[in-house]
Every structure is written in C-alpha cells, then in structure tokens.
C-alpha cells in the first residue's frame, strides 16, 4: 500500500502540467483519484510538508505554486555536490502520475468552474492554472462548434 499525501498529490499535479494547483483542483483530483482507482494500493495521510518542498513551493491563499525564479526545470542543488531538476526531487507517487496522465480533466475543471460560478470565472482567473484554462478554452470551443452543427 502506497501513502500519498499533500505534498505528493500536488507535486504530481505539477508534473501533470499545472503551473498551480487550489483547493478545489486538489480536492476534486483526489476524489477522482480515489473513486476511480479502487484496485490501486495507496491511501491518502496528510502529514506536513517537506522542508524541500517549502524551500521551492508556496502556499498563499490556498493556492500552490513554485516560488518566483522557480519551475519544474529549474537547476537546484539539494546537497552542494549535484544539480537535479526540480522535477526530480520533487515528492510524487507513480501510481498517480500514471493515472493523471491518462485523466481527462475536462470534468474536474467545468465542476470547479461551476462551484466558483460560471458568471464569476473572471472575477477569480487568479483560481486557475494556465492548463486548466486552456481546458476550460477547449471546453468552450466545442461547446460553439456543437451549436454551430444544430
């Protein structure tokens, strides 16, 4: 059984190319996560975060995001004598990489945008990474081209 956690539930939602990740996206990936992969072993126990993780992530007002200067490729070095990645020495879980990538997250986004209130998205753009507004995007594009077809 593998434990996941805060810390590894968002960084492997950096991975999966959000640049930030709220509440809600963590809340409603978890869910998904955790109503679709009954087979999986792995249980969710929060506990805090890595110093590591604090030196290049920010909490505010319930949003993560990498610290200013820093991003999944950014150089770091965790003990003076190597360069890593930042996306190497983060904290994930294969388990959820591997289901992320194979997630449609059209129906994560749309509900997050139906809980903050559709009229009300450009009041909160701050809520949303740059993936989710290019699905939110996409999302619109298609809903034009059905109604073009009828």
């Known amino acids: 059984m593998e434990k996941i956690n805060t810390e590894t539930l968002v960084s492997s939602l950096f991975l999966a190319g959000f640049d930030r990740v709220d509440s809600l996206l963590f809340t409603y990936t978890l869910a998904k996560i955790s109503k679709n992969c009954p087979d999986e072993k792995f249980i969710f126990k929060d506990n ?22 820093y991003d999944l490729n950014t150089n770091v070095s965790i003990n003076c004598n190597r360069i890593y990645l930042l996306r190497d020495i983060l904290c994930t879980s294969s388990i959820v990489i591997s289901y992320l990538s194979k997630l449609d997250f059209s129906d994560i986004v749309s509900k997050k945008a139906e809980t903050i209130g559709l009229e009300k998205i450009s009041d909160y753009d701050y809520l949303f990474s740059l993936k989710e507004k290019e699905i939110l995007s996409n999302m619109q594009s298609s809903k034009i081209l059905i109604r073009k077809k009828s």
């Open 48 to 69: 805090e975060e890595s110093t590591k993780f604090r030196k290049y992530i920010d909490y505010k007002d319930g949003i993560y995001q990498f610290k200013d200067g």
